[in-house]
């Protein structure tokens, strides 16, 4: 069946998807202002992730214009230097927003610029100039996207067990990102004659998020580091700490982007098209491997990170899912069918997830911890800095407009470069694996000093309770004997 995809295999996704996020509610024990928060931030990662689709899209069809002009070059440094406003943004926002104790004012604007891109996207013609505009306004948006949260972190769950709560979102995030994914290729598929209909849902999902914005209420007090009485009996962060987690965010990223790039892309269209699939088939391939990553991300991460953190530990776990992703990649840069880089690939994202977001979880203890550091913002903006490098020698190649490199581009008649094309996918999929090499060499130097006292998971929960109970025991005391004196 044409599009089964679509019409079958997602919806039956979707729906075990959403069981698995009711259960994962009963089971945490999530109370109702915290899933309204949760919910969200979902929503927010949708519109996010149709943002994203969409600006690519723009960006492929405007493909055949740009190599037919001079000024290729020029766009594609023009729009990847647009980059800098997220690569700026996210340690900028982070600080900005503790130092005002005001989280909300940046989380609703970037409410309010979602509205306006979706209202661009549906009433301007299409164009290199609205394209270059709706990549800032996404990534002027995205910025919001650690300071939510830390605020779901500091208003919900005390900034306590940021490890159980990064999986928790992840969750809700990955089954986002799937209906995002699901719900543009239904579009393009499907509905190309009457463009109202989603730009109509995506912008009153965007209006819904702006009202759920200014209505829910923010705890100033919360905002923020712990107390100082509270982080002095705390491990501190120091410059090398800081530097090993955003190398590693780094690493582990460029690696993900370097096997998602448009040459690996390519080699696994030529090598489908080799062995006899037709462009429908192809297409439908190529859906399955940009989203499905996401189905093994909501179904295991929960209940994989409850099960075996406690027996393990979050150092073994981000090892074990390391070397799985070494592996993967290596064995991709040995094997040329198509059907076996595809799997491969989506199993790669999965072991990707697992380990950004493990570290991400260091990063949000850590910005807990620390007064003047914005760690996750940092964190952010070096793993997005892989996708800059990564995606700007992307466009500089494409923009060359070599025979071989409008062929990747325009990805058409790939099967004239078969070999060529194999040649430079098997070497930016060895280049991945090396790189992950070296981020597991970085790691197993410096877990001890980026998991501190979460080496012993269980004891560093119950410390952290106890010393912020007797925070608030002994600020109770304080209170109660200053009443007495004042009385007296």
Same mark, same amino acid.
């Given at each position: 069946? =044409? /599009?089964?995809?679509?019409? !079958?295999? &997602?919806?039956?996704? #979707?729906? @075990?998807?959403?069981?698995? %996020?009711?259960?994962? $509610?009963?089971?945490?024990?999530?109370?109702?202002?915290?899933?309204?928060?949760?919910?969200?931030?979902?929503?927010?990662?949708?519109?996010?992730?149709?943002?994203?689709?969409?600006?690519?899209?723009?960006?492929?069809?405007?493909?055949?214009?740009?190599?037919?002009?001079?000024?290729?070059?020029?766009?594609?440094?023009?729009?990847?230097?647009?980059?800098?406003?997220?690569?700026?943004?996210?340690?900028?926002?982070?600080?900005?927003?503790?130092?005002? =104790? /005001?989280?909300?004012?940046? !989380?609703? &604007?970037?409410?309010? #610029?979602? @509205?306006?891109?979706?209202? %661009?996207?549906?009433? $301007?013609?299409?164009?290199?100039?609205?394209?270059?505009?709706?990549?800032?306004?996404?990534?002027?948006?995205?910025?919001?996207?650690?300071?939510?949260?830390?605020?779901?972190?500091?208003?919900?769950?005390?900034?306590?067990?940021?490890?159980?709560?990064?999986?928790?979102?992840?969750?809700?995030?990955?089954?986002?990102?799937?209906?995002?994914?699901?719900?543009?290729?239904?579009?393009?598929?499907?509905?190309?004659?009457?463009?109202?209909?989603?730009?109509?849902?995506?912008?009153?999902?965007?209006?819904?998020?702006?009202? #759920?914005?200014?209505?829910?209420?923010?705890?100033?007090?919360?905002?923020?580091?712990?107390?100082?009485?509270?982080?002095?009996?705390?491990?501190?962060?120091?410059?090398?700490?800081?530097?090993?987690?955003?190398?590693?965010?780094?690493?582990?990223?460029?690696?993900?982007?370097?096997?998602?790039?448009?040459?690996?892309?390519?080699?696994?269209?030529?090598?489908?098209?080799?062995?006899?699939?037709?462009?429908?088939?192809?297409?439908?391939?190529?859906?399955?491997?940009?989203?499905?990553?996401?189905?093994?991300?909501?179904?295991?991460?929960?209940?994989?990170?409850?099960?075996?953190?406690?027996?393990?530990?979050?150092?073994?776990?981000?090892?074990?899912?390391?070397?799985?992703?070494?592996?993967?990649?290596?064995?991709?840069?040995?094997?040329?069918?198509?059907?076996?880089?595809?799997?491969?690939?989506?199993?790669?994202?999965?072991?990707?997830?697992?380990?950004?977001?493990?570290?991400?979880?260091?990063?949000?203890?850590?910005?807990?911890?620390?007064?003047?550091?914005?760690?996750?913002?940092?964190?952010?903006?070096?793993?997005?800095?892989?996708?800059?490098?990564?995606?700007?020698?992307?466009?500089?190649?494409?923009?060359?407009?070599?025979?071989?490199?409008?062929?990747?581009?325009?990805?058409?008649?790939?099967?004239?470069?078969?070999?060529?094309?194999?040649?430079?996918?098997?070497?930016?999929?060895?280049?991945?694996?090396?790189?992950?090499?070296?981020?597991?060499?970085?790691?197993?130097?410096?877990?001890?000093?980026?998991?501190?006292?979460?080496?012993?998971?269980?004891?560093?929960?119950?410390?952290?309770?106890?010393?912020?109970?007797?925070?608030?025991?002994?600020?109770?005391?304080?209170?109660?004997?200053?009443?007495?004196?004042?009385?007296?």
């Amino acid at each position: 069946m =044409k /599009n089964w995809d679509l019409q !079958i295999a &997602s919806p039956i996704f #979707l729906l @075990i998807a959403i069981i698995n %996020l009711g259960w994962i $509610v009963h089971k945490e024990k999530i109370k109702s202002k915290s899933l309204i928060c949760l919910v969200e931030i979902a929503l927010f990662w949708m519109l996010l992730g149709y943002m994203f689709f969409k600006i690519t899209q723009y960006t492929q069809a405007n493909l055949d214009f740009l190599y037919a002009n001079t000024n290729t070059n020029s766009y594609w440094i023009g729009s990847l230097f647009l980059g800098l406003i997220f690569l700026i943004g996210q340690p900028l926002g982070v600080f900005l927003t503790t130092i005002c =104790k /005001n989280r909300k004012i940046w !989380i609703c &604007s970037a409410y309010a #610029l979602t @509205i306006m891109w979706f209202v %661009l996207d549906s009433s $301007v013609t299409s164009s290199l100039t609205l394209n270059l505009v709706l990549i800032a306004l996404f990534f002027l948006i995205s910025t919001a996207v650690p300071i939510l949260v830390l605020d779901i972190n500091e208003q919900y769950f005390y900034k306590i067990n940021t490890y159980a709560l990064v999986w928790v979102l992840i969750s809700f995030c990955a089954t986002s990102l799937l209906i995002a994914h699901v719900y543009y290729e239904f579009d393009f598929v499907y509905l190309k004659k009457v463009r109202w209909i989603f730009p109509a849902i995506t912008g009153s999902i965007a209006i819904l998020l702006l009202i #759920l914005g200014f209505v829910r209420r923010s705890n100033q007090q919360s905002i923020g580091p712990f107390e100082l009485v509270i982080r002095e009996q705390l491990p501190q962060i120091n410059l090398k700490t800081m530097l090993f987690l955003y190398s590693l965010g780094f690493l582990v990223t460029l690696a993900f982007i370097l096997s998602n790039s448009v040459f690996v892309k390519a080699q696994i269209i030529t090598n489908l098209t080799s062995i006899g699939f037709a462009e429908g088939q192809i297409s439908l391939l190529n859906r399955i491997g940009t989203g499905w990553f996401l189905i093994p991300t909501f179904l295991l991460t929960y209940i994989l990170n409850k099960t075996i953190i406690n027996s393990i530990g979050q150092k073994n776990l981000i090892f074990i899912a390391l070397f799985t992703l070494f592996g993967l990649y290596a064995g991709m840069s040995f094997i040329s069918n198509g059907i076996a880089l595809l799997i491969f690939s989506i199993l790669a994202g999965f072991c990707y997830v697992q380990i950004i977001f493990s570290l991400f979880s260091i990063a949000l203890f850590w910005n807990c911890r620390t007064v003047k550091q914005p760690v996750v913002g940092y964190f952010c903006s070096a793993s997005y800095f892989a996708v800059f490098l990564v995606k700007l020698i992307n466009g500089l190649l494409l923009a060359s407009k070599s025979d071989l490199m409008q062929a990747i581009g325009l990805q058409e008649n790939l099967i004239n470069y078969q070999e060529q094309i194999n040649e430079i996918g098997s070497i930016i999929l060895a280049c991945a694996a090396s790189v992950v090499l070296v981020a597991a060499v970085v790691f197993n130097f410096s877990s001890k000093y980026l998991l501190a006292d979460f080496r012993n998971y269980k004891f560093a929960i119950q410390n952290l309770k106890a010393i912020i109970k007797n925070s608030i025991k002994q600020k109770t005391k304080t209170q109660i004997d200053f009443k007495n004196q004042t009385t007296d």
